[in-house]
């Protein structure tokens, strides 16, 4: 195999951190199960974290970033797989200690690959990614907890960012009444055009209050921010509702009370996408296929080059993106 473009972070003898597209060969990739060539990827916020020298997510560097990946198995040491496979890779150690999906060609353990479902081309699996499959997963645990769309409003916080987007157009799809919390007012009718029906500054939930509970405003919420948003969701959430928290863009800690848990009998549910089981994956990639697509999955997204995926980076770090940003890896 001749050598290949990836985007390679390096720490360096003094301990700060750079990264950038480097030519490398089948040698620099580990030894797994199954190898990928690359056909789309996509770029979230931990991808950043790791290009920049986030080491309580990615401990070994050099390392290659990009947490999600879609494309064609062209080796293959498992009897279940093929050569010419499309094929998913999201979560579990990719793009973080395992080298991810900002290269030409990916090398993972069989475990960690999903079929890519008939129903969706590699461009729009990748579409998804994990922050699709992560908002899936909010629905998903909505739905168990009893949170159907007769209950109540459903808030979505950190909304333009691409899981706050992608649940605003899941939720939207199942007919809830979605209400978007986010700190760009000029969003608003985007998020509007995707399934929200209402959107509210993110403001409404950075208030200090001594009171244990609030108004009710809605029965579920998903959370992409934490901290005192979170606080406050807990808070404003009605009886027998439930929050799910996945993010922590302003903070990874929060203040509560029992109150919210003993008085109204709500449920805060962690959301973990990396470690799913594969069985639990491939159920809810099927969803995402079929009857929960958005209605405007062509508006959730914007596609770049893989050349592009520097500036982007640096973008996404600075909370500049909207919805999801693919990046295009193979060459036409």
Not at 252 to 271: A, N
């Amino acid at each position: 195999m001749d050598k290949f473009k990836a985007i390679v972070s390096r720490e360096s003898s003094d301990g700060s951190f750079s990264y950038g597209f480097e030519d490398i060969d089948r040698g620099f990739l580990p030894d797994n199960d199954i190898l990928i060539k690359v056909h789309y990827t996509g770029l979230n916020f931990k991808d950043s974290l790791v290009a920049k020298g986030h080491k309580g997510i990615a401990r070994n560097y050099p390392t290659i970033p990009g947490v999600d990946a879609a494309g064609e198995i062209v080796e293959s040491k498992d009897s279940n797989y093929k050569v010419g496979d499309k094929v998913i890779v999201t979560g579990h150690d990719l793009g973080m200690n395992t080298f991810g999906g900002f290269s030409e060609y990916v090398s993972v353990p069989a475990d960690w690959i999903v079929p890519c479902p008939p129903e969706l081309t590699l461009k729009e699996a990748m579409i998804y990614g994990t922050a699709g499959v992560t908002a899936g997963l909010c629905v998903s645990e909505l739905i168990n907890a009893g949170i159907s769309k007769d209950k109540g409003k459903v808030i979505v916080t950190g909304a333009s960012g691409g899981v706050g987007s992608m649940a605003i157009g899941i939720l939207g799809k199942l007919g809830y009444e979605v209400v978007a919390s986010t700190g760009k007012s000029s969003e608003s009718d985007w998020l509007k055009s995707i399934g929200a029906s209402e959107v509210i500054d993110r403001e409404e939930l950075n208030i200090e209050s001594n009171r244990p509970l609030l108004s009710a405003r809605w029965v579920g919420a998903i959370d992409n921010v934490g901290g005192k948003t979170l606080e406050n969701l807990l808070k404003t959430t009605g009886h027998h509702g439930a929050v799910c928290s996945v993010g922590l863009v302003a903070s990874d800690k929060f203040t509560t009370t029992v109150y919210p848990f003993i008085l109204r009998g709500l449920k805060l549910i962690g959301i973990d996408s990396a470690e799913q089981e594969l069985e639990k994956k491939l159920q809810l990639w099927m969803k995402l296929s079929e009857h929960w697509k958005p209605e405007a999955f062509d508006k959730m997204y914007r596609e770049i080059l893989f050349s592009e995926i520097e500036n982007e980076i640096e973008l996404i770090s600075k909370g500049g993106q909207r919805g999801k940003c693919l990046v295009k890896v193979i060459k036409d």
